[in-house]
């Protein structure tokens, strides 16, 4: 027996999400969850690991359909094609960028987006078997006994699972889109001393040089946690660089804050 494709749904207009359920499960396919968010999008994807997201492209919030897709992709290898009611030149040029698998221009029928959806799961599928696939079961980021960061090439915040909303004591809506340095506030461990740098500045250094850091977060009420942190690069197939994956290891010995005069250092 065949095992049906699970499709998640990422479109902000309750009814139109409603038809599409109807219509996509009228075509023999699973719907694995909904969104109506670029951020709710992300956690869905981690939480469902769906065989394909149908996304509308003109979602309101911190980032749109274009942005969301782009993560969705390179981060977990998870095909997308878009829908959207605009059908302009404009349009189709920002969502080349998010490197989708199909383009659906509303209103669409059955055969249609049937069509759509089968090219684009057969082009995922000639796209794995020329460049392999990329990540593990995406559940399991959501129950390591680690914190996981997603970074974007600029420094915000993607996607952070439950163990790092718990390093950092801060929600991933909370985090979403925000830049590091805004939501981890840290200073140096005392093997840490010379020039003082942003989390930002450390985070580059050890992709740089390729070793980890040990830090002390700061948090709400002035309780401190020591972590380690450790980073590596995100590429894309062609080898570009896409974002970043920070790890955050607990460390439960006593922390050694830097003394006055290596902190002046």
Not at 57 to 73: E, P, R
Request: aromatic share 10%.
């Amino acid at each position: 027996m065949m095992e049906t494709t699970e499709i998640l749904i990422v479109e902000d207009d309750p009814l139109i999400r409603q038809v599409l359920e109807i219509m996509l499960r009228k075509l023999g396919y699973s719907i694995c969850g909904t969104a109506a968010s670029g951020e709710e999008a992300i956690m869905q994807v981690v939480a469902t690991n769906p065989d394909l997201v149908l996304m509308d492209i003109g979602l309101n919030g911190v980032c749109d359909g274009i942005i969301a897709a782009t993560h969705i992709f390179e981060f977990f290898s998870i095909p997308v094609v878009f829908s959207t009611g605009h059908s302009g030149g404009e349009f189709i040029e920002r969502a080349k960028v998010a490197r989708p698998f199909g383009y659906l221009t509303k209103p669409f029928n059955d055969r249609e987006l049937y069509s759509t959806i089968e090219i684009a799961l057969n082009s995922y599928e000639m796209y794995i078997d020329r460049f392999g696939k990329k990540g593990r079961k995406l559940h399991e980021l959501l129950h390591l006994d680690e914190g996981l960061l997603f970074l974007d090439t600029e420094g915000r915040i993607v996607f952070s699972n439950p163990y790092a909303e718990h390093l950092i004591s801060l929600s991933h809506q909370d985090a979403f889109f925000k830049y590091i340095g805004e939501v981890i506030d840290y200073e140096p461990a005392a093997s840490m001393v010379g020039e003082q740098l942003t989390l930002w500045d450390r985070i580059r250094e050890s992709i740089a040089i390729g070793t980890g850091h040990d830090m002390i977060i700061r948090m709400s009420g002035g309780k401190k946690r020591m972590v380690h942190m450790s980073v590596i690069s995100r590429k894309n197939c062609r080898g570009t660089t896409i974002g970043y994956i920070i790890k955050l290891e607990q460390k439960f010995g006593e922390y050694r804050p830097l003394s006055r005069r290596a902190q002046a250092s």
